[in-house]
């Protein structure tokens, strides 16, 4: 059974800082891309970063930039996002997702992942 599981959510104050894990099982860690998305109310899922599996290419949004990062351990099927310096506009539920050696270019579009979390949730006060 193909899980993800994201963890590490939380309230944090505006500057503050999380660290978001996505722990993976049911299929083989290292050929899949994971990416993180995030989700507002109201607004539509956006992809925040990726981490390929075919080079380990990255890649951040625009908005993650400069405060996010985005690193993985293969041998413990895990990819964490670091997240620094969070604003009020970061609130959202956070989502990981897998998808087969997706490429870093084409990490934010939401049908190239085969599997997705339940997500956690991040609010930053302000």
């Known amino acids: 059974e193909v899980q993800l599981v994201e963890s590490g959510g939380g309230l944090v104050q505006a500057g503050g800082s999380l660290r978001l894990s996505c722990a993976a099982s049911?299929?083989?860690?290292?050929?899949?891309?994971i990416g993180w998305f995030r989700q507002a109310p109201g607004k539509e899922r956006e992809g925040v970063s990726c981490?390929?599996?075919?080079?380990?290419?990255?890649y951040y949004s625009d908005s993650a930039k400069g405060r996010f990062t985005i690193s993985r351990d293969n041998a413990r099927n895990t990819v964490y996002l670091q997240m620094s310096s969070l604003k009020p506009e970061d609130t959202a539920v956070y989502y990981c997702a897998a998808g087969f050696s997706v490429l870093a270019r084409a990490c934010k579009i939401r049908h190239a992942y085969d599997f997705w979390g339940q997500g956690t949730q991040v609010t930053v006060s302000s």
């Open positions: 049911g299929f083989t860690f290292d050929d899949y891309t």
């Open positions: 981490i390929s599996s075919p080079d380990g290419s990255r």
